[in-house]
Protein backbone atom coordinates (compact mmCIF):
# COMPACT_ATOMS: atom_id res chain seq x y z
CA UNK A 1 0.00 0.00 0.00
CA UNK A 2 1.36 3.23 -1.01
CA UNK A 3 1.72 6.25 2.04
CA UNK A 4 -1.73 7.02 2.78
CA UNK A 5 -2.15 11.19 4.08
CA UNK A 6 -4.40 11.79 6.82
CA UNK A 7 -5.71 15.91 7.03
CA UNK A 8 -8.34 17.28 9.29
CA UNK A 9 -10.78 18.98 7.71
CA UNK A 10 -12.76 22.04 9.36
CA UNK A 11 -16.59 22.91 8.19
CA UNK A 12 -15.53 25.34 5.09
CA UNK A 13 -13.03 22.18 4.01
CA UNK A 14 -15.43 19.39 4.37
CA UNK A 15 -17.78 21.81 2.30
CA UNK A 16 -15.66 22.50 -0.47
CA UNK A 17 -14.72 18.93 -0.74
CA UNK A 18 -18.33 17.69 0.19
CA UNK A 19 -18.90 16.19 -3.42
CA UNK A 20 -15.69 13.84 -3.51
CA UNK A 21 -16.79 12.63 0.22
CA UNK A 22 -19.88 11.81 -1.14
CA UNK A 23 -18.88 9.73 -3.35
CA UNK A 24 -17.05 7.05 -1.09
CA UNK A 25 -20.01 7.70 1.22
CA UNK A 26 -21.87 6.13 -1.49
CA UNK A 27 -19.73 3.41 -2.15
CA UNK A 28 -19.30 2.12 1.48
CA UNK A 29 -23.22 2.96 2.11
CA UNK A 30 -24.78 1.98 -0.94
CA UNK A 31 -28.58 2.32 -0.80
CA UNK A 32 -28.50 5.35 2.01
CA UNK A 33 -30.31 8.28 0.82
CA UNK A 34 -27.81 10.47 -0.82
CA UNK A 35 -29.64 13.76 -0.36
CA UNK A 36 -30.43 13.16 3.10
CA UNK A 37 -26.61 12.41 3.63
CA UNK A 38 -25.99 15.75 2.05
CA UNK A 39 -28.20 17.88 3.92
CA UNK A 40 -27.60 15.89 7.03
CA UNK A 41 -23.75 16.75 7.11
CA UNK A 42 -23.68 20.19 5.29
CA UNK A 43 -26.18 20.95 8.12
CA UNK A 44 -23.56 19.27 10.95
CA UNK A 45 -20.52 20.51 9.31
CA UNK A 46 -22.08 24.17 11.08
CA UNK A 47 -22.00 23.27 14.18
CA UNK A 48 -19.72 24.13 16.27
CA UNK A 49 -16.82 21.79 16.98
CA UNK A 50 -17.27 19.99 13.72
CA UNK A 51 -14.39 18.78 12.52
CA UNK A 52 -13.40 15.70 9.77
CA UNK A 53 -10.26 13.71 9.06
CA UNK A 54 -9.69 12.40 5.71
CA UNK A 55 -7.45 9.62 4.49
CA UNK A 56 -5.99 9.94 0.55
CA UNK A 57 -3.62 7.33 -1.18
CA UNK A 58 -1.65 9.37 -4.23
CA UNK A 59 -4.29 12.03 -3.90
CA UNK A 60 -7.29 9.97 -4.22
CA UNK A 61 -9.88 9.84 -1.28
CA UNK A 62 -9.96 6.44 0.45
CA UNK A 63 -11.58 7.22 3.83
CA UNK A 64 -13.15 9.40 6.34
CA UNK A 65 -14.45 10.39 9.14
CA UNK A 66 -16.24 13.04 11.05
CA UNK A 67 -18.38 14.36 14.25
CA UNK A 68 -19.50 17.03 16.44
CA UNK A 69 -20.08 17.24 19.82
CA UNK A 70 -23.51 17.32 21.05
CA UNK A 71 -25.29 20.03 21.94
CA UNK A 72 -27.15 20.46 25.44
CA UNK A 73 -30.26 20.37 23.24
CA UNK A 74 -29.71 16.90 21.79
CA UNK A 75 -31.85 14.04 21.07
CA UNK A 76 -28.80 11.50 20.45
CA UNK A 77 -29.99 9.44 24.06
CA UNK A 78 -33.54 9.51 23.99
CA UNK A 79 -35.56 6.64 24.06
CA UNK A 80 -32.36 5.24 25.05
CA UNK A 81 -32.70 1.36 26.17
CA UNK A 82 -31.71 -0.38 29.08
CA UNK A 83 -32.50 3.22 30.79
CA UNK A 84 -29.13 4.66 31.25
CA UNK A 85 -28.43 6.17 34.68
CA UNK A 86 -29.31 9.09 36.48
CA UNK A 87 -26.96 12.14 34.41
CA UNK A 88 -25.21 9.27 31.93
CA UNK A 89 -27.60 11.41 29.02
CA UNK A 90 -26.75 15.24 30.53
CA UNK A 91 -25.08 17.08 27.65
CA UNK A 92 -23.46 20.26 27.82
CA UNK A 93 -22.08 20.90 24.22
CA UNK A 94 -18.74 20.01 25.68
CA UNK A 95 -19.14 15.99 27.30
CA UNK A 96 -19.76 14.10 24.28
CA UNK A 97 -18.54 14.11 20.57
CA UNK A 98 -20.60 12.01 18.28
CA UNK A 99 -18.89 10.26 15.40
CA UNK A 100 -21.19 10.46 12.38
CA UNK A 101 -19.70 8.67 9.89
CA UNK A 102 -16.60 6.61 9.31
CA UNK A 103 -15.46 5.02 5.86
CA UNK A 104 -13.38 3.57 4.60
CA UNK A 105 -13.45 2.11 0.97
CA UNK A 106 -13.42 -1.98 0.48
CA UNK A 107 -10.53 -1.81 -1.36
CA UNK A 108 -8.42 -0.12 1.47
CA UNK A 109 -9.92 -2.38 4.08
CA UNK A 110 -8.00 -4.96 6.83
CA UNK A 111 -5.21 -2.43 6.98
CA UNK A 112 -5.89 -0.31 10.04
CA UNK A 113 -6.82 2.31 8.13
CA UNK A 114 -10.62 2.31 10.15
CA UNK A 115 -8.32 2.93 12.95
CA UNK A 116 -6.13 5.49 12.01
CA UNK A 117 -9.04 7.73 11.00
CA UNK A 118 -10.74 7.31 14.17
CA UNK A 119 -8.07 7.33 16.20
CA UNK A 120 -6.69 10.80 14.70
CA UNK A 121 -10.39 11.94 14.56
CA UNK A 122 -10.74 11.93 18.41
CA UNK A 123 -6.41 12.40 19.52
CA UNK A 124 -7.49 16.38 20.05
CA UNK A 125 -11.00 16.32 21.18
CA UNK A 126 -11.39 18.20 24.67
CA UNK A 127 -14.91 16.20 25.27
CA UNK A 128 -14.71 13.28 28.10
CA UNK A 129 -16.02 10.84 25.95
CA UNK A 130 -16.87 9.83 22.43
CA UNK A 131 -20.12 8.10 20.93
CA UNK A 132 -21.28 6.20 17.98
CA UNK A 133 -24.18 4.46 16.15
CA UNK A 134 -24.52 1.25 14.48
CA UNK A 135 -27.36 -0.43 12.55
CA UNK A 136 -28.21 -3.39 14.57
CA UNK A 137 -27.21 -5.88 12.23
CA UNK A 138 -23.83 -4.40 11.14
CA UNK A 139 -22.14 -6.92 13.49
CA UNK A 140 -19.01 -7.08 11.09
CA UNK A 141 -18.59 -3.33 12.28
CA UNK A 142 -19.71 -3.52 16.16
CA UNK A 143 -17.23 -6.60 16.32
CA UNK A 144 -14.63 -3.99 15.07
CA UNK A 145 -15.20 -1.22 17.57
CA UNK A 146 -15.39 -3.74 20.67
CA UNK A 147 -12.08 -4.81 19.60
CA UNK A 148 -11.45 -1.00 19.57
CA UNK A 149 -12.57 0.00 23.05
CA UNK A 150 -16.04 0.75 22.25
CA UNK A 151 -18.70 -0.28 24.62
CA UNK A 152 -21.99 -0.75 23.58
CA UNK A 153 -24.74 1.43 25.47
CA UNK A 154 -27.71 0.19 24.29
CA UNK A 155 -30.41 1.04 21.50
CA UNK A 156 -32.04 3.85 20.54
CA UNK A 157 -35.07 4.51 18.10
CA UNK A 158 -34.40 5.71 14.32
CA UNK A 159 -36.83 8.47 13.56
CA UNK A 160 -38.67 8.99 10.30
CA UNK A 161 -36.18 9.47 7.60
CA UNK A 162 -33.11 8.00 9.04
CA UNK A 163 -31.47 4.71 7.58
CA UNK A 164 -32.62 2.50 10.56
CA UNK A 165 -35.42 1.79 12.30
CA UNK A 166 -32.83 1.36 15.42
CA UNK A 167 -29.23 2.32 16.29
CA UNK A 168 -27.17 0.56 18.83
CA UNK A 169 -24.98 3.33 20.42
CA UNK A 170 -21.38 2.58 21.90
CA UNK A 171 -19.18 4.97 24.10
CA UNK A 172 -15.65 5.61 24.73
CA UNK A 173 -14.01 7.58 27.04
CA UNK A 174 -11.25 9.81 26.13
CA UNK A 175 -9.84 11.06 28.95
CA UNK A 176 -8.95 8.11 31.51
CA UNK A 177 -10.70 10.60 34.77
CA UNK A 178 -13.82 10.10 32.12
CA UNK A 179 -13.91 6.48 31.73
CA UNK A 180 -16.06 6.03 35.22
CA UNK A 181 -19.02 8.64 33.91
CA UNK A 182 -19.02 6.86 30.50
CA UNK A 183 -21.38 3.94 32.52
Excluded at 21 to 39: C, K, T, W
Excluded at 71 to 91: H, I, K, N, Q, Y
Excluded at 125 to 139: F, K, S
Aim: hydrophobic share 35%; no cysteine.
Amino acid sequence: MSQVEMSRLGPGSTRERFDEIQRVYAVVFPGYDLEDHRRRTLRQAESAGFEAVTARENGVLVGFAYGLPLSARSTWWEGLRPSPPDGFAVETGRRTFAVIDLAVLPSHRGRGLGGRLMDELLSSRPEERATLATVPDNQEAQRMYERWGWKPIGQTPGVEGETADAFDLYVIALRPEAASSSR
